[in-house]
Antibody
Framework: QVQLQESGPGLLKPSETLSLTCSVS????????WSWVRQPPGKGLEWIGY???????NYSPTLRSRFTILIDPSKNQFSLKLTSVTAADSAVYYCARGRVPGYWGQGTLVTVSS | QTVVTQEPSFSVSPGGTVTLTCGLSAGSVSTKNYPSWYQQTPGQPPRTLIYRTYIRSSGVPDRFSGSILGNKAALTITGAQADDESDYYC??????????FGGGTKLTVL
């Protein structure tokens, strides 16, 4: 059974850098693409970007500049980094399997507040 | 920027049939967009109902079905039940290693 689990800080101050990790079990990173999705409170889902096993990655054209997705096959994890966060980045962040998401993690709430 | 369109809201009577659609701001949706459909209730992660246009995820009742209707992807719920009242999202692969979600449809069963 595929399981994905997000981890990272729940509260950041404006201008800080958000780092989230997705730990994957029950599936090999090498066999699939891996995505990050976010959902601001009360709003819809937003695809952030994806990576494959080799590190090939791409991002939503509307979000590209501040996000970085990395993969660490040795730990069966992939990660998301977002620089210079603002209140508008407050959201539930999900990791998922597939460039079009299939299996999802439970999500982690990130709040940006001074 | 590619926009994926969904009806903002829809209502269906219990036992009725409803079809939600997922379109592209420019062009037609095909199986090459690998349409997926998700159901989400408040406080829960999305649940994948349909992937690759018409394949039901494990455990999804067969009253949920996916298809291409005209130039859009479609999710049809046959015999709607009260607990189908949820937000429904679609996602499409739009090329260039990019996927996009629709804005979601709020389905009311009444």
């Amino acid at each position: 059974q595929v399981q994905l689990q997000e981890s990272g800080p729940g509260l950041l101050k404006p201008s800080e850098t958000l780092s989230l990790t997705c730990s994957v079990s029950g599936a090999s990173l090498s066999s699939y693409n891996w995505s990050w999705v976010r959902q601001p409170p009360g709003k819809g889902l937003e695809w952030i970007g994806y990576t494959d096993y080799s590190g090939k990655r791409n991002y939503s054209p509307t979000l590209r500049s501040r996000f970085t997705i990395l993969i660490d096959p040795s730990k069966n994890q992939f990660s998301l980094k977002l620089t210079s966060v603002t209140a508008a980045d407050s959201a539930v962040y999900y990791c998922a399997r597939g460039r079009v998401p299939g299996y999802w993690g439970q999500g982690t709430l990130v709040t940006v507040s001074s | 920027q590619t926009v994926v369109t969904q009806e903002p809201s829809f209502s269906v009577s219990p036992g009725g049939t409803v079809t939600l659609t997922c379109g592209l701001s420019a062009g037609s949706v095909s199986t090459k967009n690998y349409p997926s459909w998700y159901q989400q209730t408040p406080g829960q992660p999305p649940r994948t109902l349909i992937y690759r246009t018409y394949i039901r995820s494990s455990g999804v009742p067969d009253r949920f079905s996916g298809s291409i209707l005209g130039n859009k992807a479609a999710l049809t719920i046959t015999g709607a039940q009260a607990d189908d009242e949820s937000d429904y999202y679609c996602a499409l692969y739009v090329g260039g290693d990019i996927s996009v979600f629709g804005g979601g449809t709020k389905l009311t069963v009444l």
